[in-house]
């Protein structure tokens, strides 16, 4: 006689007053390895004394026509609550965890230890304010540096243009007035400045 179901989280056990019925896995081989798996426990091996309760069928999976409810041969168990079944056991996890961590001595806790090499493995992280104001002060001297020197490359760019305007104005001045041969300025002048007038250079110039 069956005592109680066999399903994970279930509570159903026998009672003549109440309206269950129990039923053992089939003795089919190819049957009996799908309930296993429709019962989704872990290393779970059912022997001749294993019972599902009726509650995990469904109503067309029975076969009422005689005095007693009895499973039609291809039935399977499809009705489960597995949700139910984990949230117990991660409780059962919380509680025996809890029990445990009040039975532990006073010393360094896992989660400290968890903190620190998290904290070893993301260096960027700071530990307190103070650290974090210095690695600001030390950015911002870093930056006001590499504006120094991005205007020192502006100022230079800039000498370096005047120079070239200059050149080209003496360039195209001789030529223009037949100090130098016609087409001097291509060879010894950039493309971009020989093809520009002389009155272009002027105005850059007095600019």
């Known amino acids: 006689m069956p005592t109680n179901c066999a399903a994970a989280g279930c509570a159903a056990t026998y009672n003549k007053h ?7 896995f089939p003795l089919d081989p190819k049957r ?7 019962v989704r426990r872990k290393n779970f091996v ?28 291809d039935a399977v168990p499809t009705i489960f609550d597995f949700c139910t079944h984990i949230k117990s056991m991660k409780l059962k996890s919380r509680n025996l965890l809890e029990k445990n961590n ?16 998290v904290l070893l493995e993301h260096s960027y ?27 020192t490359c502006l100022q230079k760019e800039r ?7 200059k050149a ?17 300025s291509e060879h010894i002048l950039p493309t971009a400045l020989s093809n520009l007038p002389l009155e272009n250079f002027k105005i850059l110039e007095q600019d």
């Open 159 to 165: 000498r370096a243009t005047r120079r070239w305007i």
């Open 18 to 24: 109440i309206n269950i019925s129990f039923h053992r």
């Open 32 to 38: 009996r390895k799908e309930w296993v798996r429709l």
């Open 125 to 151: 992280a700071f530990r307190n304010p103070m650290e974090a104001k210095k690695r600001i002060i030390k950015l911002e001297k870093e930056i006001a540096s590499l504006k120094r020197k991005m205007k």
């Open 168 to 184: 080209t104005c003496l360039v195209k001045n001789l030529e223009a007035n037949n100090i130098i041969p016609k087409g001097t």
């Open 102 to 117: 009040s039975c532990t001595p006073a010393g360094p806790s896992k989660s400290n230890t968890s903190s620190q090499q």
């Open 46 to 73: 059912p022997g001749k004394h294993t019972f599902l309760c009726s509650k995990h069928f469904e109503a067309s999976c029975f076969d009422l026509t005689g005095q007693t409810r009895r499973l039609k041969m």
